[in-house]
């Protein structure tokens, strides 16, 4: 009986200690990536100009990657760094994401945050499934960790390009005066960096750089097209490209260029006006059924607990979850209209 008694207790007291060092090493765990990355970054700067300072011995083609390359001027971490992160940097998706971070004003490297958010996601469903919380939960907890900050960094990305989109026409008109008044299209761009706030100014600026680093303006130009990824960006950039090629009065091309991204924007805040109706109906619509379904619970428990204990009812939940996500998918496609 003493015996019972004694493994009983032992048993309580390992599973109190593995609630208290569970969380412990998970929060150490997360701190050792955090720090991981903070000097992975500062290495591969560090090595990057000592290697120029010292100008290395490479090979030719690696040499002629550093004097015409210059994607890798802003990246802090490029390269990835462990087993895991090399095998995740290998996938289609994490180089997409590299240009999301890239977008998103993110300095930091894709295949690292991949591997940070799946230890964490790892950790905390096993965690949880050791405390016996129901498999789905745990997973869907830790699927939740895993794809949360992904969708915080696109949304941040989006905010930040529909932020430069607002800005390109007074940057266009800033262009088009200083070009007036007798600066060169590289001064010009200068002019932005000091004097348009984020994100249009270091996206010029960098631009300015590069162009003073030794690249041509036009693959500068061409660079900063292929990052930012948006049409507008791209009508100035193959305006400026074709001036340089042709000639003609930029000045002019550039304020003619600025006007129709106004009106465009006018047109889209219009578009966005007219169709808020429909949003909106999008919303009602996603959210009253679960909110129905709360009021049930609390006003005919037994006839709500039906869809989640009975296999008709799970059935017919699953249905009818499926089917709300597909009409809102619907009405999002209906009301997002192109301008």
Do not use: C
Not at 147 to 175: A, G, H, M, S
Not at 195 to 222: C, M, S, W, Y
């Amino acid at each position: 009986m003493d015996t019972v008694i004694l493994a009983a207790s032992m048993i309580d007291l390992l599973k109190s200690g593995m609630v208290v060092m569970l969380p412990l090493a998970g929060s150490m765990m997360l701190a050792y990536g955090a720090y991981q990355v903070v000097v992975d970054l500062r290495s591969s700067n560090r090595k990057r100009v000592i290697d120029r300072l010292k100008g290395g011995t490479k090979s030719s083609s690696t040499q002629r990657s550093d004097a015409f390359d210059f994607e890798d001027f802003r990246r802090q971490s490029g390269e990835a760094s462990g087993l895991l992160a090399k095998s995740i940097a290998k996938l289609k998706f994490t180089t997409s994401f590299q240009r999301v971070l890239e977008q998103a004003n993110v300095n930091m490297s894709a295949p690292q945050i991949l591997v940070n958010l799946s230890i964490a996601a790892a950790l905390v469903t096993g965690a949880l499934m050791l405390f016996r919380v129901p498999i789905l939960a745990s997973a869907g907890l830790g699927a939740a960790i895993f794809v949360l900050p992904i969708l915080y960094l696109y949304k941040r990305r989006k905010k930040r390009l529909n932020k430069l989109v607002e800005q390109l026409p007074d940057v266009f008109e800033l262009l088009s005066q200083a070009l007036r008044a007798g600066h060169s299209l590289a001064s010009a761009m200068q002019l932005i960096a000091k004097e348009v706030p984020e994100p249009a100014g270091p996206e010029f600026g960098r631009v300015f750089h590069e162009q003073n680093l030794g690249l041509k303006i036009e693959d500068a130009l061409t660079n900063m097209a292929n990052r930012v990824d948006m049409l507008d960006v791209r009508f100035f950039v193959t305006a400026v490209l074709i001036q340089r090629q042709t000639g003609g009065d930029l000045a002019e091309v550039l304020g003619k260029i600025g006007s129709v991204i106004r009106d465009r924007i006018k047109l889209f805040g219009t578009v966005r006006a007219l169709t808020a109706e429909g949003r909106l109906s999008g919303y009602v619509l996603l959210a009253l059924p679960p909110l129905v379904f709360v009021v049930m619970l609390q006003v005919n428990r037994e006839y709500a607990e039906m869809l989640l204990y009975t296999e008709v009812g799970r059935m017919m939940l699953t249905v009818a979850i499926v089917m709300q996500l597909m009409g809102w998918a619907m009405i999002k496609k209906i009301v997002n209209i192109k301008v």
